[in-house]
């Protein structure tokens, strides 16, 4: 998801602004803590995927990545380089989106 000079610029960001760091930090346990809670349904409940219903803070931040990403391609999809901290949460949002649409997320279920 990052190459090695992103990663790098992203570490030296957060080292000199501590408080945005923490504050990212505390975003990907937010977005963690949304999907654990729609995926372990789907996992562990045998709920029918059809009825599975994202909880709404799941929503914001979806939508708050989608807002702050380019649409390339083709194949089309959702793009985001992270130059600051604040959008590595939006990268992994991105990426849950994705994992969220597979036509495969029916193999997560026990």
């Given at each position: 998801m990052l190459d090695i000079a992103a990663a790098q610029e992203l570490l030296a960001e957060a080292s000199r602004r501590p408080r945005l760091a923490q504050r990212?930090?505390?975003d990907v346990r937010e977005l963690r803590e949304h999907l654990h809670a729609l995926l372990a349904a789907l996992v562990d409940d045998g709920e029918s995927l059809g009825a599975a219903v994202a909880p709404p803070g799941l929503?914001?931040?979806?939508l708050d990545a989608?807002?702050?990403?380019?649409l390339i391609g083709p194949p089309m999809r959702w793009q985001i380089t992270p130059h600051r901290p604040t959008n590595l949460p939006r990268l992994l949002a991105l990426q849950a989106l994705e994992l969220l649409q597979s036509p495969h997320l029916h193999l997560i279920r026990r």
């Amino acid at each position: 998801m990052l190459d090695i000079a992103a990663a790098q610029e992203l570490l030296a960001e957060a080292s000199r602004r501590p408080r945005l760091a923490q504050r990212t930090v505390n975003d990907v346990r937010e977005l963690r803590e949304h999907l654990h809670a729609l995926l372990a349904a789907l996992v562990d409940d045998g709920e029918s995927l059809g009825a599975a219903v994202a909880p709404p803070g799941l929503h914001v931040l979806l939508l708050d990545a989608l807002a702050h990403s380019d649409l390339i391609g083709p194949p089309m999809r959702w793009q985001i380089t992270p130059h600051r901290p604040t959008n590595l949460p939006r990268l992994l949002a991105l990426q849950a989106l994705e994992l969220l649409q597979s036509p495969h997320l029916h193999l997560i279920r026990r």
